[in-house]
């Protein structure tokens, strides 16, 4: 089976995870602000603190965007249910914006649609790592509070700023198949005014520092915290993946254009667009199919795996009294497919999925 993705770890990786387990912490520890200061000087974004989830860093920037119960949202209807479950949790009223059918992205013409004097907070998806329009967007949005899910954007940039500066707050995921693998772990980037309390947040509402350095621990807690932290064991996974990132990135800008130079001409596929002066981080290939379903079908029976991976999420039920009016993603649900992307994949493997959509099309 070609398979549709894989977890990169690298020896330096694995090693890293053996030197920690040598040491006292395994839990969080010296090793997660080391990796929180290399985040941010390596991608140049702003400030980072480190979570246990990209999950965790999207419910605490909701958070720390002061966000409550019956506030509105504005939300991608594409993306992982990660990125509007915890407005559920937090009873927010949660606003799908339609898809822009080039890029899947937000599409910014039904994000001035649908944007209200009582909007308290907008939030973005950089799908497949293509960011998003941020300077159209923010046209748009004013002063509201922007969150970018950046989840398969790590290293990309637009107009040259990079993705983890670009929204008020910026989350990351280190999932087991995204760029950097250090499951299941996640970072928050922002200002550096919300930084302690992001980090009060992220362990109970206790002062780490304070309990750890003072004899007999006294301060108090005085707002509801999670155990939301990383642990060393991630974070040094997470230190050598962001070594090895810039030639992870070069090698996934490689295996793009093999399939985009393959695929072009196959007048039943349409390819997502690349716009200028947006640098992609590559994280998958995704396709606009016709007969989507057949020709996942027909790749499977030919050991190929593929998938749309994410789905809309006003098909679920826990989301269905958000339903609203989305028709481009009307247009495209049943045409979303992944094909297999990442960084075991071989040249001999990328040919043979070409070749086996191309066949798929000329038998149809």
């Not at 974070?235 to 399939?259: C, F, H, T, W």
Request: contains cysteine; proline residues 4%; aromatic residues 8%.
């Amino acid at each position: 089976m070609i398979q549709l993705a894989h977890p990169y770890i690298t020896d330096k990786m694995r090693q890293a995870v053996q030197d920690v387990l040598e040491t006292r912490f395994v839990g969080q520890g010296p090793r997660v602000e080391e990796f929180e200061e290399d985040f941010q000087e390596r991608l140049r974004t702003l400030p980072a603190v480190a979570v246990g989830s990209g999950t965790d860093a999207l419910h605490l920037s909701y958070l720390l965007a002061g966000l409550k119960a019956g506030d509105e949202v504005l939300v991608p209807n594409f993306t992982c249910t990660a990125t509007n479950m915890p407005l559920l949790w937090m009873g927010c009223k949660i606003v799908f914006v339609d898809v822009d059918p080039s890029t899947l992205n937000i599409d910014t013409e039904d994000l001035k649609r649908k944007i209200t004097k009582n909007t308290k907070a907008v939030v973005t998806v950089d799908y497949a790592g293509l960011p998003c329009d941020y300077n159209e967007i923010y046209e748009i949005i004013g002063d509201i509070p922007l969150i970018a899910d950046c989840a398969h954007s790590v290293g990309a940039s637009y107009d040259g700023q990079p993705v983890g500066s670009l929204g008020n707050f910026n989350t990351f995921s280190f999932q087991a198949i995204k760029h950097i693998c250090a499951p299941d772990s996640g970072m928050i980037t922002m200002d550096e005014e919300y930084v302690e309390r992001a980090k009060l947040l992220r362990w109970f509402g206790i002062d780490r520092k304070k309990k750890l350095t003072e004899s007999i621990w006294k301060n108090d807690i005085t707002e509801v915290g999670y155990k939301y932290q990383m642990t060393d064991i991630s974070a040094s996974m997470g230190i050598e993946a962001l070594i090895d990132l810039p030639n992870q990135l070069e090698m996934r800008e490689a295996m793009d254009k093999v399939y985009r130079e393959g695929l072009k001409e196959i007048p039943q596929i349409k390819l997502l667009d690349q716009p200028t002066g947006r640098k992609s981080a590559y994280w998958i290939m995704t396709i606009l199919a016709d007969d989507r379903d057949g020709l996942q079908k027909y790749l499977n029976e030919h050991e190929i795996e593929s998938s749309p991976m994410h789905y809309r999420n006003d098909q679920y039920s826990i989301f269905k009294k958000f339903k609203n009016d989305c028709p481009n993603m009307d247009k495209v649900a049943d045409k979303i497919l992944c094909l297999p992307f990442h960084m075991r994949l071989t040249r001999h493997e990328i040919d043979t999925v070409i070749e086996k959509v191309k066949s798929y099309y000329i038998n149809l």
